[in-house]
C-alpha cells in the first residue's frame, strides 16, 4: 500500500476524539503595578469564572497565529500594535481531566507589551478585565488556570533575568528608571538604583543610548535623564539577577 491508498482508506474516527486549544497569559503594567488578563465566563462549563483568554485552535491555524488571534479579539489591538506584542510559547497541559467537556490539549502562550488597551469582551465571554498579579489570590480560575498563571508569571520573571524582553514593557525610548521600574513591578522587589545602571550599562548590547535626553528633570529637580533604547543582545551576558537568586548564589 503506497502513502496515497493509505490515506484514502485512513478512518481518523477510530481514534480518541482530542482537541486542541491556546491560552494566553498577557502581561502588562498599568499604573505601576503588574497586570494579567482575565475574561469571565458567559456560558459552561465554569460559567461566571474568570479565565484566561483563550479559545479552540482553527483548522487552518497554527498555534501561534491561534494564540494572537485570541489575544487581539479580547484587546482590540490591530496588526500594527500586535506586532510590538512578544508572544511566545509556554508550554502545554494535557491532563485528561482538565476540562469536563472532552478531552482537551491546550498550548498555553505568554504575551507581554506596554501600554495595552482596555479589553472588550468576546461575543462568548461575559466580561474581560486586567487584573493586578497581586489580586488574584483570592479568585477560583476555570479549568487549571491557576496553575497555567503562576507558571507563567514565573517565566516572565525569569526571562527578565537572562532576556532583554523587560525593553518590551516599554516604548521605544527609555530611561534607566523606567527600566528599573519593570524589574521592580514584574519581580516585586525594590531595587538599587545606582546598582541597576551600573549593571545594566554593563550588560554588552542590552541598552544603547539615544543621544536624547527627557524634557524635563526629575520629579525633585535636578538633570534631564538620558534615554536608551533596546540594544541587539538577545541573552544579557552577564545576567541581572533578582536578588532572592543572587543571595543563593553567594
Known amino acids: 500500500m503506497d502513502e496515497q491508498e ?14 486542541v486549544t491556546v491560552d494566553v497569559v498577557a ?19 465554569y460559567a461566571g469564572h474568570w479565565a484566561l483568554p483563550g479559545g479552540f485552535v482553527q483548522p487552518d491555524e497554527d498555534l501561534a497565529t491561534g494564540a494572537r488571534r485570541e489575544l487581539a ?4 489591538l490591530g496588526d500594527e500594535r500586535m506586532r510590538r506584542v512578544h508572544l ?38 461575559a466580561d474581560a478585565a486586567w487584573l493586578p498579579v497581586d489580586a488574584l489570590g483570592s479568585r477560583q480560575l476555570a479549568f487549571d488556570h491557576a496553575r497555567i498563571v503562576e507558571e507563567g508569571l514565573e ?10 524582553l ?6 521605544a525610548e527609555f530611561t534607566i528608571s523606567e527600566l528599573r521600574g519593570v524589574y521592580e513591578t514584574v519581580w516585586g522587589h525594590p531595587l538599587h538604583a545606582g546598582n541597576f545602571h551600573r549593571k545594566v550599562l554593563s550588560v554588552p548590547g542590552f541598552v544603547e543610548s539615544t543621544g536624547a535626553t527627557t524634557e524635563r528633570g526629575g520629579a525633585r529637580g535636578g538633570p534631564r535623564a ?16 533578582r536578588p532572592a537568586r543572587e543571595e543563593e548564589i553567594r
Do not use: C, N, W
Open 6 to 19: 493509505f490515506l484514502a482508506g485512513y478512518d481518523p474516527s477510530a481514534y480518541p476524539a482530542v482537541a
Open 27 to 45: 502581561l502588562t503594567i498599568r499604573e505601576g503595578a503588574l497586570h494579567l488578563l482575565l475574561v469571565r465566563r458567559g456560558q459552561p462549563p
Open 73 to 76: 479579539e479580547e484587546t482590540g
Open 88 to 125: 511566545e510559547q509556554l508550554r502545554s497541559y494535557g491532563d485528561p481531566g482538565r476540562d469536563p467537556r472532552m478531552r482537551i490539549v491546550s498550548v498555553a502562550h505568554l504575551a507581554f507589551a506596554p501600554d495595552l488597551p482596555d479589553p472588550v469582551a468576546a461575543s462568548d465571554a
Open 155 to 164: 517565566r516572565a520573571r525569569a526571562k527578565l533575568e537572562y532576556t532583554p
Open 166 to 171: 523587560a525593553t518590551r514593557f516599554l516604548d
Open 226 to 241: 538620558k534615554l536608551y533604547r533596546a540594544g541587539d543582545a538577545r541573552l544579557l551576558h552577564p545576567a541581572l539577577l
